[in-house]
Structure formats: C-alpha cells, structure tokens
C-alpha cells in the first residue's frame, strides 16, 4: 500500500478527501517508472487507466505520419492525465512520453469512475481541467488567428518561464529539451519562422536556446513583445 500522507502532498486531486478515502485510495494505486523518452501509451490505444505525475514530466503529442510533432501539453510533478480515454470510452487522444525520468501514480479504470463519481471534489477537478483545456485551446486558436509568430513565442516563452522555470538573478531558466521544430509545434509556426524569431530575440539580449535550456534573459521586455 502507498503511503496515504505521502499521496495527499503530492497529488492536489486527492487534497479534499476524507482521512478513509486517502487510506482507500492509497491502497488502490499502482507506482511506474519510466525513463526520459520512453512512451507511456499512444494515441489511438485503449485507456484502461488514469495517472498521475508524482515527479517528472510528460509530454502530451499529436504526431504526424512523417514524423512531425505538435505538443498539446507539458505536464509535471501533481498533474493528472488519461482522463479523457476513460471517460468517454473512445481511445486515447494523444500519445504520453516522458521527457526526464517520471514516477506515476495509476489507478485503474474502474476505480478512476468510480472515486470520480463518489467524490464531488474530484468530479469537480476533472470538469474543470477539462474546461481549462478548452479555454487554453481557444486562446491556441485565437493566437494562431490574430497574433503574429513573434508575439505567439514571446507568449509561450513567457508561460513557460512562468509554469515550469526557475530564476537566478534576472535570468529566468527553463530546463527542457525543447528542438526548434517541437517550439514550432506547440505555437502553430514553421521551424524556419521560429529559427528567425529566436534569432531576433538572441540579438535583442532577450532570450537564448541552447541544448537542454532556454534562458530568459529578461522576463519584463520579453512580456511587452506580446501584442
Ligand atoms: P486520453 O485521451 O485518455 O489520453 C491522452 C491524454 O492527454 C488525454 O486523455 C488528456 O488527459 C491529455 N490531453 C489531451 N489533450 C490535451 C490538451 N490539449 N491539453 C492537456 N492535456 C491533454
């Protein structure tokens, strides 16, 4: 059995729960490791489960028959995925791949339905991150729409600053392995286009990219680029 205390401080889901809902669910999840790169499940697979990110970092991807790959969602340590397989009985929506090292929680389908519908809270969590994608989508569509490719990286470099760096001094950093074509990806630009708006921005003092990390040189001028 999973240690219920530890459970209730890594996963927020579970922070609501009664002291005999953490024990219940403790009890009823399973641990997986896996290494940087390795897949989880692909899109198209059946969802027999749900997870949850104890420590580490998933990548949610569309890819495409040649190879090229658009990122929907980083997701770290608390976040929960593979909600939507079990939902809805379709199968998996996206491919899950681990980009560092990453322990999940898991708990299988039924008991996933079944804590859901028992517990107000949970439901409560899953309608809203699911809202919440929705709401992030739109806001993806209306960039792609209305913005130009400059302000659409500074936008997701400063929210990549925001949600997954550290800083030291003025320097914002994000750790990730990040190639120009997978940047691409997640603003709806070409790799070339992205080349050149990086170049701007390495020039201006702004921001540099190297091979595991991206430096946010300066947050606040980074921000007013975002027009
Ligand atoms: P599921 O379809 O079961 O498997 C892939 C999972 O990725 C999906 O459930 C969601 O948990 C997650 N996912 C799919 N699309 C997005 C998105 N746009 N943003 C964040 N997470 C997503």
């Known amino acids: 059995?999973?240690?219920?205390?530890?459970?209730?401080?890594?996963?927020?889901?579970?922070?609501?729960?009664?002291?005999?809902?953490?024990?219940?669910?403790?009890?009823?999840?399973?641990?997986?490791s896996?290494?940087?790169?390795?897949?989880?499940f692909r899109k198209g697979d059946e969802g027999t489960a749900f997870y949850m990110i104890i420590r580490g970092g998933i990548k949610i991807v569309r890819t495409s028959r040649d190879g090229k790959e658009i990122i929907l969602a980083l997701l770290s340590n608390g976040d929960f995925f593979g909600e939507m397989a079990l939902l809805d009985g379709l199968p998996r929506s996206a491919d899950a791949v681990?980009?560092?090292?990453?322990?999940?929680?898991?708990?299988?389908?039924?008991?996933?339905?079944?804590f859901m519908m028992h517990n107000e809270n949970v439901l409560q969590s899953i309608i809203a991150s699911l809202s919440l994608r929705l709401r992030r989508t739109d806001d993806f569509l209306e960039d792609a729409c209305f913005m130009n490719i400059s302000s659409r990286l500074?936008?997701?470099?400063?929210?990549?600053?925001?949600?997954?760096?550290y800083k030291e001094g003025d320097t914002a950093h994000i750790e990730l392995h990040l190639t120009q074509k997978q940047l691409a990806g997640m603003i709806g630009a070409t790799r070339?286009?992205?080349?050149?708006?990086?170049?701007?921005?390495?020039?201006?003092g702004l921001a540099s990219v190297s091979e595991d990390t991206i430096r946010i040189h300066d947050l606040k001028r980074l921000k007013r680029r975002i027009r």
Request: charged share 35%; no cysteine; net charge positive.
């Open 192 to 204: 070339e286009s992205i080349n050149k708006a990086l170049r701007v921005l390495r020039e201006k």
């Open 154 to 165: 500074a936008k997701k470099l400063v929210e990549l600053a925001e949600t997954r760096g």
């Open 34 to 40: 896996l290494k940087k790169g390795d897949i989880l």
């Open 1 to 32: 059995m999973t240690d219920p205390e530890a459970v209730l401080k890594e996963i927020p889901l579970f922070q609501s729960f009664r002291v005999e809902d953490q024990r219940h669910v403790s009890s009823l999840l399973r641990t997986q």
């Open 98 to 114: 681990a980009i560092e090292p990453t322990q999940l929680y898991i708990l299988n389908r039924k008991d996933f339905l079944s």
